[in-house]
């Protein structure tokens, strides 16, 4: 990617409010496009953009999603913070009818002023994975990404640059 890639999150939220119209059709074209191909593109593009972009600058996904926790995960983390899994579940996670566990706080209990991640050996897989443009089926997962579209700058800025590889829009 030649141009800098936009990170200021005000300005990525009004970029989306000017671009509703073209994403909806964006969508569309993906809907009916080769995943395989996407894929690869998508690949490509994130490995390009990622490295640009420092998420210590950003914080985002930590002050604003929802992080599931497995039980797993409940044990690690007690264990890295000194506690046992019966207090960290009172303490840090709401548990559904379900069973299944969320963090009860956003931003994350474990966000530093500094947007670093106090528990980060053992962050919980949500964490690990977002913003998830690594694994394959892009064109499957279109109502997450565009959900966080404008809450990720690696998700904007390589949506955008997708938009111009594969010939959607010009410059
Ligand atoms: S556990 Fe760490 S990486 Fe995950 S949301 Fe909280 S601060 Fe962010
Ligand atoms: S993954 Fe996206 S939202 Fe999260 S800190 Fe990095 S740039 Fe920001």
Request: charged share 20%; proline share 4%; hydrophobic share 40%.
């Amino acid at each position: 990617m030649s141009a800098k890639p936009l990170t200021n999150l005000s300005e990525i939220n009004n970029m989306a409010a000017s671009k509703a119209a073209e994403n909806d059709a964006f969508r569309t074209f993906l809907k009916h496009a080769n995943t395989a191909e996407i894929d690869l593109q998508v690949a490509a593009l994130n490995e390009s953009i990622t490295p640009t972009i420092n998420c210590l600058d950003c914080g985002n996904c930590c002050k604003s999603l929802m992080i599931v926790v497995a039980e797993k995960e409940a044990a690690e983390v007690a264990r890295y913070i000194g506690t046992n899994k019966n207090n960290f579940e009172d303490r840090f996670v709401e548990k559904g009818a379900n069973g299944m566990m969320l963090l009860n706080k956003i931003p994350c209990h474990f966000l530093g002023g500094d947007n670093a991640c106090s528990i980060y050996p053992h962050r919980f897989n949500g964490c690990r994975e977002f913003p998830a443009l690594h694994i394959p089926g892009f064109t499957n997962r279109l109502f997450t990404i565009f959900m966080h579209y404008d809450r990720c700058p690696i998700i904007y800025n390589v949506v955008e640059q997708l938009k111009i590889k594969i010939g959607f829009i010009t410059i």
